[in-house]
T-cell receptor
């Protein structure tokens, strides 16, 4: 069985500051891990994914995430926040093949000018 | 290439009414899903399908039904709407061998 925990339902950063959104997972099989972004009144879009290749994964819009098996974590980072990054971010896990992905509760990112 | 299309975008239902949320995809994906999204709760899987003619329950199936007569369409049926079904509903698809889901724009449903 898989599960995902996102630490912090809301995160607020200043424009230009580091973005760090935390995600821990539980999986009984080697996991596939994802970060999705949701802008207001839209569906979810894939930001990046880990599928057992490189542990540091680069995604769109300057985001990246590192898979740390020892810590069962997959935290999302971006060196410098932009106003357009304000959205809700979902961490997700599946048991492989992306089937029946389990989503975290989401973290809403606020970016202050 | 439209991807995943959901209709309607918004709907208000009275308690006890029924409706069908439509989902159509043009990516020839085998896997299709219905999720509901409630504030602070992430996405909960309602029903899923691994191919035409095959459907199965997800985490929160009560009060809903689905069918999958074609690869393209996966409608979600609410028979007796209840206030607890007020939510935003998302349809998603995955192809065999693909590793991520593709989402529709969502249907915002309010039951009053």
């Amino acid at each position: 069985a898989q599960s995902v925990t996102q630490l912090g339902s809301h995160v607020s950063v200043s424009e230009g500051a580091l973005v760090l959104l935390r995600c821990n997972y539980s999986s009984s099989v080697p996991p596939y891990l994802f970060w999705y972004v949701q802008y207001p009144n839209q569906g979810l879009q894939l930001l990046l994914k880990y599928t057992s290749a490189a542990t540091l994964v680069k995604g769109i819009n300057g985001f990246e995430a590192e898979f740390k098996k020892s810590e069962t974590s997959f935290h999302l980072t971006k060196p410098s926040a932009h106003m357009s990054d304000a959205a809700e971010y979902f961490c997700a896990v599946s048991g492989g093949g992306g089937f029946k992905t389990i989503f975290g509760a989401g973290t809403r990112l606020f970016v202050k000018a | 290439n439209a991807g995943v299309t959901q209709t309607p975008k918004f709907r208000i239902l009275k308690i006890g009414q029924s409706m069908t949320l439509q989902c159509t995809q043009d990516m020839n994906h085998n896997y299709m899903y219905w999720y509901r999204q409630d504030p602070g709760m992430g996405l909960k899987l309602i029903y899923y399908s691994v191919g035409a003619g095959i459907t199965d329950k997800g985490e929160v199936p009560n009060g809903y039904n689905v069918s999958r007569s074609t690869t393209e369409d996966f409608p979600l049926r609410l028979e007796l709407a209840a206030p607890s079904q007020t939510s935003v509903y998302f349809c998603a698809t995955e192809g065999v061998g693909n590793t991520e889901a593709f989402f529709g724009q969502g249907t915002r449903l309010t039951v009053v």
